[in-house]
């Protein structure tokens, strides 16, 4: 069933930012400082990087379809899995929904023409191309093997292969995340139109103030890191490795004091992205908004307090396991928050299975699984029997690729016609939503059970017993991937074919949807002045919807 | 939004003040303090990053809230590290671990 209203017969309006010209063709794109325009180059940045990770992942699961291991040798393996989760972290993940969606839509959701810093913008952009050009260096130079961690001392003295231009990749690439969030923080600080209030912004924007600040406090502690075992290796200066007098465990506790904060830099954008979809196809102003806001606030805070959690049978003491076991458990609290809230918007709502929506209930149920698989890993006793096993494999890929990606994929269905001016097929795009979904499953499911059984993670070979479960979790990959051959494939038919989307096509009640789509260059024809409350279907007659459709629950700040 | 304008005696003072930290810092390099070898540096170190701070990069005359954005980096780091001690000195310190043979290469 759908009650959103049929598009009517639109054209595209006369300007806008994808046919505004600066200069000629190519140059107009590498030279701008539109915000829009930005996000689109990271677009295609980011997809590169997704495709080779993506490869790599198919070549470890052709590899596991026999015990023996199918494909490579066992120092080739290393590096798939290392170069996989190295493309995909680094340069997939972290910049996927802050750099593409977020520039896009900041602006655009506070009532601002551009981000408080274009030509920074576009900076950071050029420093994300420079970190990933060492990365592929280091990948088409003999690859890496250290796994995406660089565990000192083997990435500082054992490791043969190229280490050193990967470090230097990711410091560099560093930069471009912290620009970003600065970026981001200060727009929305300084940059939001007349009668935008703190509490009327969009939850996405909530989400990404919350993901600036871990980019801005996390960031440089990991490139410094990086930086330190990278002296290590190449000037053997003893930070990290026992026998110069360093310690591998500082190593550790440096790496994870950000990377753990990472998984909330994948995450809460994603989190964003379906606070926003939520309450448009349940057409219900969303459940605690205040609450919701807070929580990304509160999952950034206390993400910091976790970290050593990664680090519970590498000799850490045991007050400090006691003490971040604790803390881990604290962090599933605003996590529940945010899933209690979703599902009460939806309870009595008017739900429409639009293809976001059906994205992001897919979050949904993947995010909680991901999110309680994460509280038996934060149990110290459990942990010993589970850590470094295929448990731990499925738990974060059901977080980042379940969450993150999952969020990921329906924001790009999402604002498509915003981006695009166009509309893609419906029952495709459902169709391929719920592909996703079943082969994300099958992947990763069967690994959860894996690692209970005792399979180690980064092994080349098991023994036949796991087989079966391994062959699922291949067949499984192969389904994963049409569902992400799908969407790219009708996505890029309809930037030429798809019928024009007009403004607001769903319809949703951000500030983005109230200006041309495609978005002019400045993107408001005149500064909007907002009046009304946030996801609030009721005082607003501009959107179109029958009576019949608009429930009666007030709006935040309406009650 | 206006610029403080720092009159250069400021400077001066405060380039001297750095000079002599970094001396004093040479000179407790060569003496030994025992235990507090390490705290001595450190203090050295943190005051002059402070004189920094403060002076050269203008946060003395900056708006309350870029202040509270300095206070807050330096409360995380202090989260930071005040955690990861945490762990090293309620570790056992009774573990003798035989140091690995080690092979460089770059």
Redo the contacts between chains.
């Keep these: 069933m759908s009650n959103t209203p049929p598009t009517p017969d639109l054209e595209l309006p006369d300007e806008h930012y994808l046919n505004a010209t600066y200069g000629s063709g190519i140059r107009s794109w590498l030279l701008t400082t539109d915000h829009k325009r930005i996000a689109l180059l990271y677009l295609a940045s980011v997809t590169v990087f997704f495709f080779i990770g993506g490869v790599l992942a198919t070549m470890i699961r052709i590899h596991l379809l026999t015990p023996g291991g199918a494909l490579v040798t066992p120092e080739t393996y290393n590096k798939l899995f290392t170069m996989h989760g190295v493309a995909m972290i680094f340069f997939f993940l972290i910049p996927s929904i802050p750099a593409v969606f977020g520039n896009f839509l900041i602006p655009l959701m506070i009532g601002a023409k551009d981000l408080a810093f274009p030509k920074i913008n576009l900076l950071s952009w050029y420093i994300y191309l420079i970190g990933g050009g060492f990365v592929l260096y280091s990948f088409s130079t003999g690859g890496l093997d250290t796994g995406w961690t660089f565990y000192t001392p083997l990435s500082s003295v054992y490791s043969n292969s190229a280490v050193t231009p990967a470090v230097i990749g990711i410091f560099i690439n560093g930069f471009s995340s912290i620009l970003t969030g600065l970026n981001f923080i200060v727009t929305i600080h300084t940059m939001r139109a007349p009668g935008m209030t703190w509490f009327r912004l969009p939850l996405f924007a909530w989400a990404h103030y919350a993901t600036s600040l871990v980019m801005i406090l996390g960031t440089p502690v990991v490139a410094i890191t990086l930086l330190l075992a990278g002296l290590e290796r190449m000037f053997h200066l003893g930070f990290f490795n026992p026998a110069l007098g360093g310690d591998p465990i500082l190593f550790q506790h440096l790496f994870w004091f950000y990377s753990h904060p990472a998984v909330y830099i994948m995450i809460l954008p994603a989190m964003g992205v379906v606070s926003e979809i939520i309450p448009t196809f349940a057409r219900k102003p969303i459940f605690g908004y205040a609450f919701i806001a807070g929580s990304s606030i509160a999952i950034a805070v206390i993400g910091f307090l976790v970290w050593a959690h990664h680090m519970f049978v590498t000799g850490e003491s045991t007050y400090a396991a006691l003490t971040f076991s604790f803390l881990s458990y604290l962090v599933a609290i605003p996590s529940a928050v945010k899933v209690f809230n979703w599902t009460s918007t939806l309870y009595k709502g008017s739900i429409s299975w639009d293809p976001p929506m059906v994205y992001a209930l897919g979050f949904i149920g993947l995010f909680v699984i991901g999110g309680l698989t994460g509280l038996f890993l934060a149990c110290l006793g459990l942990d010993i029997h589970i850590h470094d096993t295929y448990f731990v494999v499925a738990h974060f890929h059901y977080i980042m690729v379940g969450g993150a990606v999952m969020g990921y994929v329906g924001g790009l269905h999402f604002w498509w016609p915003k981006i695009t001016g166009r509309l893609y097929p419906k029952s495709l795009s459902q169709f391929a939503a719920i592909i996703l979904f079943v082969g994300f499953n099958l992947t990763f499911f069967p690994q959860f059970i894996l690692g209970y059984l005792g399979m180690p993670r980064r092994y080349h070979t098991y023994p036949p017993e796991f087989q079966v479960l391994n062959v699922l979790s291949t067949a499984g990959a192969s389904i994963l991937a049409l569902g992400y051959l799908l969407p790219m494939s009708y996505l890029i038919w309809s930037m030429r074919y798809g019928k024009v989307a007009g403004p607001n096509p769903w319809p949703a009640t951000g500030l983005e949807w109230k200006t041309d789509s495609p978005p002019l260059t400045e993107n408001f024809h005149v500064t909007p002045e907002v009046t009304w409350e946030p996801y609030d279907f009721q005082n607003r007659p501009d959107l179109g919807l029958a009576a019949s459709a608009r429930p009666l629950a007030p709006a935040h700040g309406d009650d | 939004m206006s610029e403080h304008i720092v009159s250069p005696k400021v400077y001066i003072v405060i380039f001297a003040s750095l000079m002599l930290g970094t001396g004093l810092t040479v000179w407790a390099a060569f003496q030994n303090f025992h235990q507090y070898n390490i705290v001595i540096a450190l203090g050295i170190a943190t005051i002059k990053a402070t004189l920094v701070v403060l002076y050269f990069m203008h946060a003395r005359y900056s708006p309350g809230r870029t202040q509270l954005v300095i206070v807050c980096?330096v409360f995380?780091l202090a989260?930071?590290l005040a955690?990861?001690l945490?762990?090293?000195?309620?570790?056992?310190h009774d573990i003798t671990?035989a140091?690995?043979q080690?092979?460089?290469?770059?």
């Design positions: 980096s995380w989260i930071m955690l990861t945490a762990d090293y000195d309620t570790r056992p671990l140091a690995p080690v092979f460089y290469c770059v």
